[in-house]
């Protein structure tokens, strides 16, 4: 049971950083965009890299929140399913929801690391003008993927050995989270 919570704790800290990294990733993102703007307007010049390290951002910045968002209760959840049942049968419900979310994931999170492993040890690049290695921006989404299984992990082991009730209006409320 401390493993499950100490592994808890990790998660959250996975989490929290995640949504860091996602906020930080926006912030460059924008002042990236200012700068063409200015650019253009003032002196008819341009980065010609603005759309695609923007796009990069979108996709990195997309993928590190998730695992905030669930401890956030941030999800598409269906409460009224849970209502319908006891406090046992919604831990159960949960946990196995719980399981297929991580069998799911599992599968761009095992694609997203192949792929960035392909594309570092063949030197794949974008064959743009910035010319940037491929796995650069798929890591920082294969980062957000795996924080969120292993945040779904840690709070799926604390449904399923009875630490945590579900909470109907905010189902994704774990201890420590907030």
Do not use: H
Request: hydrophobic share 55%; charged share 15%; proline share 2%.
């Amino acid at each position: 049971m401390l493993a499950v919570r100490g592994f808890q704790t990790f998660t959250v800290f996975l989490s929290r950083t995640g949504a860091v990294a996602a906020i930080v990733v926006m912030a460059l993102s924008a002042g990236l965009i200012l700068t063409e703007i200015v650019l253009r307007t003032l002196f008819s010049m341009s980065t010609f890299v603005t759309s695609e390290f923007v796009g990069y951002g979108m996709g990195a910045m997309s993928f590190l929140a998730l695992g905030e968002c669930l401890d956030r209760g941030g999800l598409v959840r269906l409460s009224m399913i849970f209502s319908a049942f006891s406090p046992r049968g919604r831990r159960m419900l949960e946990a196995f929801i719980c399981a297929l979310t991580l069998i799911a994931v599992f599968v761009p999170l095992w694609y997203f690391g192949r792929s960035v492993a392909i594309n570092y040890s063949r030197g794949f690049t974008s064959g743009t003008i910035s010319n940037i290695p491929l796995w650069i921006p798929e890591f920082g989404m294969w980062i957000g993927i795996l924080i969120f299984w292993l945040r779904l992990l840690s709070y799926g082991l604390l449904i399923a050995v009875g630490s945590e009730q579900v909470d109907l209006e905010k189902s994704t409320k774990i201890m420590g989270s907030e």
